[in-house]
């Protein structure tokens, strides 16, 4: 299994501008989550879903920001529009169930100038 | 709500000997799970250690090992015979049997030679 793929690995966009982050599970994982990293606030989770449904999104900053789940095998997390304060690491991990440890892809290193 | 606390931000060893990285949690649960993920500067997650909260025998995997303390809510990680390859952000994580993984703020280990 290739595990959990993400895309792009590296995305540097001006403020304003639509970002899309891309995000295929490892096959067979029903849940999927999205965390963003920074060095101020560490780890947060900003959504997750559950057999392609979003469960939880307290996390999600603010209205700028939405994820999609159209299938088992693809995510997305879009902002729009995106600001400087947007910028960290994005992760995504799928889990194949419950009390399993998330397997995390490589993140998404997002810098809005 | 369940809260995660790493209250060594930096921790260092040298080649060949033991440290014991700490990690306390909070939780009005009594299933759950709690987990060691090692940050190297590649950024890539990479599940360390899985310990479930009914197992009273610590889980162990090769050179490393937890102490779970379930009435003092401790969940310690011991590196043995520590190796170069071993430096990175170290963090625990608890997840519920229905929740999401939450994570400490991490412990940064380096490892001389």
């Known amino acids: 299994d290739a595990g959990v793929i993400q895309s792009p690995r590296h995305e540097v966009t001006e403020m304003g501008q639509e970002v899309t982050l891309r995000c295929k599970p490892i096959s067979g994982h029903n849940s999927l989550f999205w965390y963003r990293q920074t060095m101020m606030r560490g780890l947060e989770l900003l959504i997750y879903f559950n057999n392609n449904v979003p469960i939880d999104d307290s996390g999600m900053p603010e209205d700028r920001f939405s994820a999609k789940m159209p299938n088992a095998s693809f995510s997305t997390l879009k902002i729009q529009p995106s600001e400087p304060r947007d910028s960290a690491v994005y992760f995504c991990?799928?889990?194949?169930?419950?009390?399993?440890?998330?397997?995390f892809g490589s993140g998404t290193r997002l810098t809005v100038v | 709500a369940q809260t995660v606390t790493q209250s060594q931000p930096e921790m260092s060893v040298q080649e060949a000997e033991t440290v014991t990285l700490s990690c306390t949690y909070d939780?009005?649960?009594?299933?759950?799970?709690l987990f060691w993920y090692k940050q190297p500067p590649s950024r890539q997650m990479i599940l360390v250690i899985r310990?479930?909260?009914?197992?009273?025998q610590n889980a162990t995997e090769n050179r490393f090992s937890v102490n779970f303390q379930k009435a003092a809510k401790s969940f310690s990680l011991k590196i043995s015979d520590s190796q170069l390859g071993d430096a990175a952000m170290y963090f625990c994580a608890y997840r519920s049997a229905t929740d999401k993984l939450i994570f400490g703020t991490g412990t940064r280990l380096q490892v001389f030679p």
């Open positions: 939780t009005s649960e009594s299933d759950y799970y």
């Open positions: 991990a799928s889990s194949p169930d419950t009390g399993d440890g998330y397997t």
């Open positions: 310990q479930e909260a009914y197992k009273q």
